[in-house]
C-alpha cells in the first residue's frame, strides 16, 4: 500500500464531492507532527481544522478515553444518563461568558450545534427570522448552509435552502466595508426585507474562521448587542473555530466583554472526538420541550472524557497565554517579511489565530498565490490551510502545545515558501 494506489482507490470508492487536500494517508501522528503511510514527515499547521489546540493524541486525553473505553462506551445520553455529561454541562455553563444561570447541550458536530441553536431560539422568542453575516460558516446542513455566507464551493446545486434566514456584510476594513456600513446594512435589512420582531436570532462568529479569519471589532460586538437588545433578537456567538484558547482566551467573545445569550461549541473541545454543543441563558435553553433536543450520539462518554482532559490540559498548560505568545512570534515573521513580499496585503490575527492574505499588483485578491504558498509548503513538509471568501488567505492552526523547536522550523519552511 502505497500514497499513488490508495489515491486511485479513493477517487474510484468515494465522491468527488468530498474535496480532499492532501495527496497523502496518514499513518500516525503525535502533538504537532503527522507521518504518512510512506514514513513521511509533516508538521501539521492544519490540527484536522482547529480540531487540536491540544494536540495530537495529548496523553491526558488519550489516557481518558482509553480510561473510559474499559467502562462504556456508548448507552445513549437520552436513554440512561451518566456523570460526565452533567459535569462538563458545569464546566462550561461556569467558564463561558455572563455570571447569569446557564446549561448546556452537547451534540456531535459544528453544523449539529448551529442546528440546535436556532431551534432554541426559535421556540424561546417564538419568531421564525436568523440574521448571520457575509463570509460566515455555520456548517454544511441545509439550514447552516443557508446560514453560511459563502456561495461556491458550499451552495452549489444544493438549494432550496430554509427560508427566514439573511445576511448583512461582515466588516473587513481591507475590503473597504466598515463598521459603520455593516451596522447601515442591518438598518436597512429591518427597513426592506424583514421586521425586526420576526427575527428570532442574529449569529456571528467573533472571528471569522472559513470567511478569512476576519476579527469582528469589540465596538461592533458591543453595537450588535445593543440591537438585539433593541429588538429581543438572541445573539449567538459561533464559536466553533474560535473556541478553546486559539484567540489567546478560553473564549474569541470575551475579548469584547460582550456576553451572548447563546454560544456554540465544538472542534477543539475535545481534541479530536466529535463533540459540540450549545451553553446559554438557562430560561433560553429550557424553552424547547423534553425531547425535543438531542440525538443517538449526542454527548458521547468517550467525547466527553476527552474533553474534560481537554479542559485541564488548557488550564494547566496555560494554552492560553501560548496561544498569545505563538501567535505573538508567527505575527512578527510575517511581517518582517512583507518587504521581501510584495503579493503580502494584511497580516493579521487575535491570539494564535492568526492569517496572511494575498493580493496581485492591482491590490485585486489573489487566490493562487495563497495556492502557491500552500502547495510549496506541502512540498517541504507544512501542513497549511487557505480560507476567505476570495481563497486568498493563508489560516494557522497548530496546535497550541507545539514544541518550540517544531514551531521555529514550521516558520523557517514557511518563510522560504513566502519568499517563493
Ligand atoms: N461553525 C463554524 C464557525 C465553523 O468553523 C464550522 C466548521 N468549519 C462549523 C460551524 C461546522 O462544524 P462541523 O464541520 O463540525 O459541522
Known amino acids: 500500500m502505497n500514497n499513488q494506489s490508495l489515491q486511485q482507490r479513493r477517487l474510484a470508492a468515494s465522491p468527488r464531492g468530498i474535496g480532499v487536500m492532501c495527496p497523502f494517508y496518514a499513518d500516525r501522528a503525535q502533538n504537532a507532527e503527522l507521518w504518512d503511510i510512506e514514513g513521511r514527515r509533516y508538521i501539521d499547521f492544519a490540527a484536522g481544522i482547529a480540531v487540536l489546540n491540544t494536540g495530537h493524541r495529548h496523553p491526558r486525553v488519550t489516557q481518558a478515553i482509553a480510561a473510559q473505553l474499559d467502562r462504556f462506551t456508548h448507552t445513549c445520553y437520552q436513554v440512561v444518563p451518566y456523570e460526565s455529561y452533567v459535569r462538563l454541562a458545569e464546566r462550561i455553563n461556569a467558564a463561558t461568558p455572563g455570571t447569569h444561570a446557564k446549561k448546556t447541550a452537547f451534540f456531535t458536530t459544528g453544523a449539529e450545534a448551529v442546528e440546535n441553536a436556532i431551534k432554541i431560539a426559535r421556540a424561546a422568542t417564538g419568531r421564525p427570522a436568523v440574521i448571520a453575516f457575509g463570509g460566515a460558516f455555520h456548517g454544511r446542513t441545509l439550514l447552516t448552509m443557508a446560514m453560511t455566507g459563502k456561495v461556491a464551493p458550499y451552495k452549489i446545486g444544493f438549494g432550496p435552502f430554509p427560508a427566514d434566514v439573511y445576511h448583512v456584510p461582515f466588516p473587513h476594513a481591507l475590503h473597504g466595508v466598515t463598521e459603520q456600513d455593516s451596522l447601515r446594512a442591518l438598518d436597512t435589512l429591518f427597513k426592506t426585507d424583514v421586521d425586526p420582531a420576526r427575527v428570532a436570532a442574529l449569529i456571528i462568529e467573533p472571528v471569522q474562521g472559513e470567511g478569512g479569519f476576519n476579527a469582528a471589532p469589540p465596538s461592533f460586538l458591543r453595537a450588535l448587542r445593543e440591537y438585539c437588545d433593541k429588538y429581543g433578537i438572541l445573539l449567538i456567538a459561533d464559536e466553533v473555530q474560535t473556541g478553546f484558547a486559539r484567540t489567546g482566551k478560553l473564549f474569541a467573545v470575551e475579548h469584547s466583554g460582550v456576553v451572548p445569550d447563546l454560544m456554540t461549541f465544538a472542534k477543539s473541545l475535545a ?30 462518554p468517550l467525547a466527553l472524557a476527552a474533553a474534560h482532559a481537554v479542559l485541564d490540559v488548557i488550564e494547566e498548560e496555560q494554552l492560553a497565554a501560548r496561544a498569545q505568545v505563538l501567535g505573538e512570534r508567527l505575527t512578527s515573521r510575517l511581517q518582517a517579511l512583507r518587504a521581501d513580499v510584495p503579493q503580502i496585503s494584511e497580516v493579521r490575527g487575535l491570539g494564535a489565530m492568526v492569517a496572511v492574505e494575498f493580493a496581485d499588483a492591482q491590490g485585486q485578491p489573489d487566490a493562487a498565490q495563497a495556492c502557491a504558498v500552500q502547495q510549496r509548503a506541502l512540498e517541504r513538509g507544512l501542513i497549511l490551510l487557505t480560507c476567505g471568501v476570495y481563497g486568498n488567505v493563508i489560516r494557522f492552526l497548530f496546535p497550541l502545545t507545539i514544541e518550540d523547536a517544531v514551531f521555529e522550523e514550521a516558520l523557517d519552511i514557511l518563510q522560504t515558501c513566502l519568499r517563493g
Open 271 to 300: 481534541g479530536g472526538m466529535p463533540l459540540s454543543g450549545v451553553c446559554g441563558r438557562a430560561e433560553i435553553m429550557d424553552a424547547p420541550a423534553p425531547g425535543g433536543l438531542g440525538g443517538t450520539y449526542a454527548g458521547n
